[in-house]
């Protein structure tokens, strides 16, 4: 899939996809321009269901594993230039990494998922080529939202077009030490500096003929 599309933060994660909605209080017709550049993008929706954000932090211990819940996704894309939008929403209250006193923790003093309950992935632009059919590994630049700060992201996107059907995956990595998110490291355990994320989605395509 030439999606611009991509372990969201150590809540992390993932994922992965704005639009833009115009409302005119006369009901005007669309512009020619916007009925032109709508006929020619993709969108792909994603179905809540069956997607999954899944995350890996390494320690001086052992690895961390553990896993976000997809809100709601959406990804529209023109397939000649790249140019890419869309929101993807991760419940960043959702954070599961097996342990609940790990979690009580990450989520009270590293994420803060109270005050900051989503981690929000806009994506921008789609660098390779994506079939209409079958399989495409591109590249997908965009901004996510986390703690309540945007960052740039580049995400790895293998993505199965088939129908009206597609799936896919998404990796990135988020060094979230770097982007302001608290060290979760103590004096006997030390943690790395990168969350890695793996989106796993799936949904509908639409215009894709």
Known sequence: ???????????????????????????????????QTSAQEIALELDPAQCKVNFT???????????FSLKSG????????????GEIFVHATS???GNSSRDQRMHKEILESAKYPD???????IVGTVRRVGSSDVKLHGVMLLHGQEHEVVAAV???MAGD????????????????IKDPSNWMLKVKPVVHVELEMA???NNIK
């Open 57 to 67: 932090v390494d320690s001086s211990l052992h690895a961390v594993h553990g896993t």
């Open 74 to 85: 959406a990804v529209h894309f023109d397939p000649e230039s790249g140019k890419a939008g």
């Open 203 to 205: 949904g509908t395509a």
């Open 1 to 35: 899939m030439r999606v611009t599309g991509w372990k969201s933060a150590v809540g992390a994660a993932s994922g992965i996809l704005g639009i833009a909605v115009l409302l005119s209080a006369s009901a005007a017709p669309p512009s020619p321009q916007a009925a």
């Open 95 to 97: 954070g599961d990494s």
């Open 119 to 125: 981690t929000i992935f806009r994506p921008k632009q």
């Open 165 to 180: 059907r597609w799936k896919g995956t998404a990796q990135f990595d988020v060094p979230y030490i770097q982007w302001g």
């Open 158 to 160: 293998h993505a199965e």
